[in-house]
């Protein structure tokens, strides 16, 4: 009796170890299933921030170019739908750009005055972050589109369609549940912008004034093609 229970429990125990393997030959075979395609991944994110109508989160925001000191700033970014956008920046304070459907806004406490731009003139460099405006779609917006993953993470690389862009290419960093959480911008003249995105809250109540730029007193506006260019600034766009 002795040895048939041996025996039993060692057939139990084989039976058991073999269901335990199935389970986790299917396990694997369902997640690598899950794996996402480049073009599940452009219209994931496209669906996201597309059918958003606001958008707040913290950004950190960094910029180097060829011979250029390095800049760290970062603050706070509210979005409403169309083409609200507001970005409050709390180092360096006090600077900030406003979109308010029309105009962009630039001011910028060390230069001591305001830049003023149409929207529409700015179109080309707004499409890296045009998912800030609702506006993405990465088969029009860009040409080659290679992705690879990073961690948990995927990064989306893509190259514009057209040399006559001021940016060469895109690097977006996308979560499993289709959150930009960085997007990397090289330019033309080698300078990087490069975004980290956190504590993203979307279609949260967003007031239209937070959207109308005042600027200070005795602070002059001028008028430019592309606000920040006069500055030498990095705008966000």
């Known amino acids: ?44 994110v496209e669906r996201r921030y597309n059918g958003a109508r606001s958008l707040s989160a913290h950004f950190d925001q960094r910029y180097h170019a060829p011979g250029r000191l390095p800049r760290a700033e970062s603050g706070e970014l509210v979005l409403r739908k169309p083409a609200r956008m507001r970005w409050d920046y709390s180092a360096p304070a006090g600077k900030t750009f406003v979109s308010d459907g029309k105009s962009i806004w630039f001011y910028s406490p060390t230069e001591k005055k305001v830049e003023r731009s149409p929207l529409k003139a700015s179109e080309d460099l707004r499409a890296p972050l045009a998912f800030l405006l609702g506006k993405l779609d990465f088969h029009r917006e860009f040409g080659d589109l290679t992705m690879q993953q990073s961690g948990s993470d995927i990064v989306i690389a893509a190259l514009p369609k057209s040399g006559r862009l001021p940016y ?19 330019g033309q003249d080698q300078s990087v912008m490069d975004f980290t995105f956190s504590g993203e809250k979307l279609n949260g109540p967003v007031a239209e004034s937070a959207f109308r730029f005042v600027a200070p007193a005795g602070i002059p506006v001028v008028n430019v093609e592309s606000v920040g260019e006069a500055a030498g600034e990095g705008d966000p766009r």
Do not use: Y
């Open 1 to 44: 009796m002795l040895h048939a229970c041996r025996d039993g429990c060692v057939i139990s125990s084989v039976r058991v170890w073999l269901a335990i393997t199935a389970l986790l030959v299917c396990s694997l075979g369902v997640l690598a299933g899950e794996a996402r395609t480049l073009n599940e991944a452009c219209k994931g």
């Open 168 to 186: 060469r290419r895109v690097d977006f960093t996308i979560t499993p549940d289709n959150q930009i959480r960085r997007v990397v911008v090289t």
